[in-house]
């Protein structure tokens, strides 16, 4: 099989024509049919069902798209790595983020980022779906506590430290260890913050059971929920450390060490890295030399 005449079938069934593949890749309509008849010759089949005004997939060519195409893009952009060798980073770089570290942290960081490599235009899509990289077209996706995946390659770029928060006016419970304590909670749609609460206040082992008031869909309204008097959350200390909150009116009862919260910038393990996502993880990684997403206090 020709591995040219099929990235030119790929290219013109990504693009829905011959017309629409020539204007994208600037090649003749005409060298693009030929090379597409000539794919087909050689199977011994039709892969396009071609009329007057429209163009489409047969079966058969449907297969071999959906077979070939991620295969030919990974050919392709190893062609290009190599063709250009250390050349400095530059292109479009598609990046997935969280919606809680795209809404306080991305945009000082991609401003950062900006200043440092001028030819490479950051996409930043605040989503907190776990996306699929190599099929949506992403280079790199930022993840909290994301789970193995054969698939995907990485680092853990900064970690945070998950507490226990009261609004100011309501105390730590009194006990002994061992007690569980019902307290009025406000809680994640996710299921991340379900069961029993565990944290250590002044040497005591303390166990709560949140007690559902609201249910909110991310941590920026439940951090407010609190602060508002709605009733204890857990919310990461990174959250707490921005200089929009009221620390005065919150009570930091202490931390939860069995809810650790990792950061990852991950890229597919099934591309050749680029240069610009080289760059990137670099950056972002050297943005945290600590590994702490929270100013020390």
């Known amino acids: ?63 071999l798209y959906e077979r070939t195409h991620p295969l030919v893009a990974e050919i392709l952009e190893a062609g290009d790595l190599v ?19 795209s809404h306080t942290l991305i945009g000082k960081l991609a401003a950062g980022f900006a200043r440092a490599y001028h030819d490479v235009v950051l996409e930043i899509n605040a989503e907190d779906r ?3 990289l190599v099929e949506e077209n992403y280079d790199v996706a930022i993840r909290v ?11 853990c770029f900064a970690r945070d430290e998950m507490l226990v928060v009261a609004p100011a006016s309501m105390p730590v419970p009194e006990g002994q260890d061992g007690d569980v304590f019902d307290v009025p909670a406000v809680v994640l749609a996710s299921g991340f913050d379900s069961g029993h609460w ?10 709560l059971n949140p007690r559902e008031r609201l249910r ?30 009221d620390k005065a009116a919150l009570n930091i009862w202490g931390p939860v060490p069995d809810r650790p919260i990792e950061l990852w910038v991950l890229h ?8 610009k996502v080289n760059a990137f993880v670099d950056y972002l990684s050297n943005a945290f030399p600590e590994r702490k997403l929270f100013a020390a206090e």
Request: glycine share 10%.
């Open 1 to 63: 099989m020709d591995l040219a005449a099929l990235a030119d079938f790929n290219l013109v069934a990504a693009q829905g024509g011959f017309g629409k593949a020539s204007r994208y890749s600037g090649r003749p309509k005409a060298t693009l049919s030929r090379r597409v008849m000539d794919l087909e010759d050689s199977l011994g089949v039709r892969l396009f069902e071609r009329g007057t005004r429209s163009l489409r997939l047969t079966e058969a060519g449907r297969a």
């Open 83 to 101: 063709a250009t060798g250390l050349s400095p980073p530059r292109g479009r770089l598609r990046i997935s983020a969280p919606v809680l570290f």
């Open 130 to 132: 776990n996306v699929e």
């Open 145 to 155: 506590n994301p789970r193995p995946n054969e698939m995907l390659v990485g680092r």
């Open 198 to 207: 565990n944290f250590t206040h002044e040497g005591r082992q303390i166990t």
């Open 216 to 245: 909110m869909s991310s941590l920026i309204p439940v951090r407010d929920a609190v602060l508002a008097g709605a009733g204890v959350g857990l919310l990461p200390r990174s959250l707490l450390s921005l200089p929009c909150v």
């Open 268 to 275: 597919s393990s099934r591309r050749l890295s680029s240069s």
